[in-house]
């Protein structure tokens, strides 16, 4: 079984968790996905099933959609409610105050520290390790973008705003960072993830629905925006074998051989494509 599912995670459990579930529903240990979500998380989390496990390297790029919940006054080691506290403060924000603070961030692309509970590697260390163990590190900076922010709703000290973030952007340090601008602190209280490059949260289906059979495995026509080639004498020991092909025109291409799919190519330069998947 090959394809691309779109899964609801339910909150309480890890993007780890969620395949561990499909492998048992499906039968297969080559379930992927593409952009970890935290326990504390819910909504999409794109699967990969089978061969197309491969497309993970030219898919992990997507932007993301999320709304998220957080309040003001307190901070925690965790940057979520979930952690420690280890700051508060009394600070009132007014709506014209956050206003202001969300436009600076809307557009805006900066480098963002990572948060030290998370899975980021130091020295071939997880950050997550170093806090667990009192270990100090310096963290990690990495430059992210945020296109688009807008607030959803401001009431009794609780914002929930929905932003369009790029690959590696963490939405707690967003969130510690607003309230930094704002000289306060905030911790996330929700988070729901609504899109994933092209998926949405209307396209997903939760682990219940999946066991009862009720889902859609997108294929590569789904997906990718390619030319279907038919393998010819002329050229079939060249698919087969997964030799690199020239073709200025095509930035995918699926061969097939009849009815049955035989490689799946990218393209990885001006003049060639070279095959992802070999079926």
């Known amino acids: 079984m090959n394809g691309v599912l779109v899964v609801n995670k339910p909150k309480g459990v890890t993007s780890r968790d969620v395949v561990n579930d499909l492998v048992k529903i499906f039968k297969t240990k080559r379930i992927g996905h593409i952009g970890t979500l935290d326990p504390l998380a819910t909504g999409v989390l794109v699967c990969l099933i089978g061969k197309?496990?491969?497309?993970?390297?030219?898919?992990?790029?997507?932007?993301?959609?999320?709304?998220?919940t957080f309040k003001f006054n307190v901070l925690t080691d965790t940057l979520d409610d979930t952690g420690n506290k280890i700051a508060e403060d009394n600070k009132v924000i007014s709506?014209?105050?956050l206003n202001k603070a969300l436009e600076h961030f809307n557009g805006l692309t900066y480098m963002q520290e990572v948060p030290i509970y998370s899975a980021?590697?130091?020295?071939?260390?997880?950050?997550?390790?170093?806090?667990?163990?009192?270990?100090?590190?310096?963290?990690?900076?990495?430059?992210?973008?945020?296109?688009?922010?807008?607030?959803?709703?401001?009431?009794?000290?609780?914002?929930?705003?929905?932003?369009?973030?790029?690959k590696g952007t963490y939405i707690r340090a967003l969130i510690r960072?607003?309230?930094t601008y704002l000289g306060t602190y905030g911790v996330m209280t929700d988070l729901v993830r609504s899109k994933l490059g092209d998926y949405s949260l209307d396209e997903a289906y939760s682990l219940d629905e999946i066991r009862n059979?009720?889902?859609?495995?997108?294929?590569?026509?789904?997906?990718?925006?390619?030319?279907?080639?038919?393998?010819?004498?002329?050229?079939?020991?060249?698919?087969?074998?997964?030799?690199?092909?020239?073709?200025?025109?095509?930035?995918?291409?699926?061969?097939?051989?009849?009815?049955k799919d035989v490689a799946f190519y990218y393209r990885i330069n001006e003049e060639e494509l070279?095959?992802?998947?070999?079926f």
Not at 61 to 68: D, R, V
Not at 234 to 243: A, P, T, V, W, Y
């Open 274 to 278: 070279k095959p992802l998947i070999m």
């Open 213 to 259: 059979g009720i889902f859609k495995l997108y294929s590569l026509e789904d997906i990718f925006d390619l030319d279907t080639l038919y393998i010819t004498d002329s050229n079939r020991k060249q698919i087969c074998n997964g030799n690199l092909v020239k073709n200025k025109n095509s930035n995918y291409i699926l061969y097939k051989d009849g009815g």
């Open 120 to 166: 980021v590697k130091v020295n071939g260390k997880k950050l997550y390790d170093y806090a667990r163990n009192g270990e100090e590190v310096v963290l990690p900076k990495k430059e992210v973008t945020v296109y688009d922010l807008k607030l959803v709703s401001f009431d009794n000290n609780e914002v929930k705003i929905m932003c369009s973030v790029s």
């Open 95 to 97: 709506m014209e105050e």
């Open 177 to 179: 960072d607003i309230c």
């Open 52 to 68: 197309y496990t491969k497309l993970g390297s030219i898919m992990v790029n997507h932007n993301k959609e999320y709304i998220a």
